[in-house]
């Protein structure tokens, strides 16, 4: 079993959406939890993250953490066509030795 | 933010040279940096971890001699894939953590190699 699990999609919504992307994880142990966009050759870069359980908004974005079901969720409100990007999960026990999710490709069409 | 400079962004090679990548933190120093490996539609794969001054740790199953890491100062790590074979072929990506407590990587902009 992998230590996160993600639909690697492709997911295509319409502009406007609400798109909801989902990890799970196997380790309890996992404290920090992280979204990275990336967009087509790369490098990923921080989206959002939370420390332990529960909800963080940025604008149009919100991370939910439940621990006591190990699931990670990010949603996008009023989704864009510049939200088109592939989107990974990772999670830390330390914030040093990451482990990432597959990533879901995600399109937004105009 | 932390900004992490990758260098080159693509390289193509024949088989049976090597080639060096470069990874550089621009802004802050980094002792620990890590290289991962990324195939087309899948995640990254932590290769090894490099660390300043030190050897490098490599996860199970990369081959140490095949993918030399050198993290001579604290804002410069490189790896060195030597005698590359088109099964090479790969997007390889750095990062580092900044260093101040801020939660999460930063990463290059990933070099993609084609070994033909």
């Known amino acids: 079993q992998k230590e996160v699990e993600q639909d690697p999609g492709p997911l295509s919504v319409p502009e406007g959406a609400i798109v909801s992307l989902n990890c799970t994880y196997s380790n309890s142990a996992f404290q920090y939890f992280m979204w990275y966009r990336q967009y087509s050759r790369k490098g990923p870069e921080l989206l959002m993250y939370t420390y332990s359980s529960g909800n963080k908004e940025d604008g149009r974005f919100t991370a939910q953490v439940d621990k006591s079901s190990k699931y990670i969720s990010l949603f996008i409100r009023d989704s864009q066509p510049s939200d088109s990007a592939t989107y990974l999960c990772?999670?830390?026990?330390?914030?040093?030795?990451?482990?990432f999710g597959a990533g879901t490709r995600l399109t937004v069409k105009p | 933010g932390a900004v992490v400079s990758q260098h080159p962004s693509r390289v193509i090679c024949k088989s049976g040279t090597s080639v060096k990548i470069e990874c550089r933190s621009l802004d802050f120093q980094a002792t620990t940096m890590f290289w991962y490996r990324q195939f087309p539609k899948q995640s990254l794969m932590l290769m090894a971890t490099?660390?300043?001054?030190?050897?490098?740790?490599?996860e199970q199953g990369v081959e140490k001699d095949k993918f030399l890491i050198n993290h001579a100062s604290l804002t410069l790590s490189t790896l060195t894939v030597t005698s590359a074979h088109p099964e090479d072929s790969s997007f390889y990506i750095c990062s580092a953590n900044s260093g101040t407590g801020a939660v999460g990587a930063f990463f290059g902009q990933g070099t993609r190699l084609t070994v033909v």
């Open positions: 990772a999670t830390s026990y330390n914030n040093n030795d990451m482990r």
């Open positions: 490099s660390n300043e001054g030190s050897k490098a740790t490599y």
